[in-house]
C-alpha cells in the first residue's frame, strides 16, 4: 500500500520526533546553584554526591572537601572523559544528583553543562569552590571539612 520510500521517511521523521524530544528533555534540566554548606548538608544526609572537578596539583595543594570523589575536569580523553569518570561515579545512574566543586566555581559550572548535555538529571554547581571567588569564601575557608591529599589521583 505504501511505498519504501514513505516508510523510509516515515521512519526518519519518527526518529527526528524521538531524539528532539529527548534533547528537549535534557535541556529542561537546570544546573542549580548550591552555597558550600548547602552542599555539606546534601552529603551529610545522603541526598547528593560531591565531585571535586580539580586537577591533581591542587588537591595534593589544599586537599579535597571531605567524601568527594576526585573526576577531574582536565581528563586526557578530554570530556567524555569526565563525563565517563562521573558515570562510573555513580555507577551509570544519570539520576543521581550529583554536586560539582573546583577551585572557585567557574570550572565546576562549564562541568555541570557537560554533565546536563551528556542526560544527567540532577546537578548542582558549588558557587564558590574551594578556596573562594573574590566574593564569596569558599568550602575551606569556611571551615567545612577537608580531607588532605598526598599522592591522590584522579578516579575517572
Known sequence: MFGRGF???LFA???MVCFSGAALAASAVAVENLKPAEAWSKLQRGEAILIDVR???EWQQTGVPRAARRVTLSDPRGAAGFVAGVGKAVRGDLKTPVMLICRTGNRSAAA???LVAAGFRS??????GVIGNGSDTGW??????????GVCAAQN
Open 7 to 9: 516508510l523510509a521517511a
Open 13 to 15: 521523521l519518527a526518529a
Open 55 to 57: 586537577t591533581q596539583g
Open 112 to 114: 555541570a553543562k557537560l
Open 123 to 128: 546537578v548542582y554547581n558549588v558557587t564558590e
Open 140 to 149: 575551606a575557608w569556611r571551615g567545612l571539612p577537608m580531607a588532605a591529599c
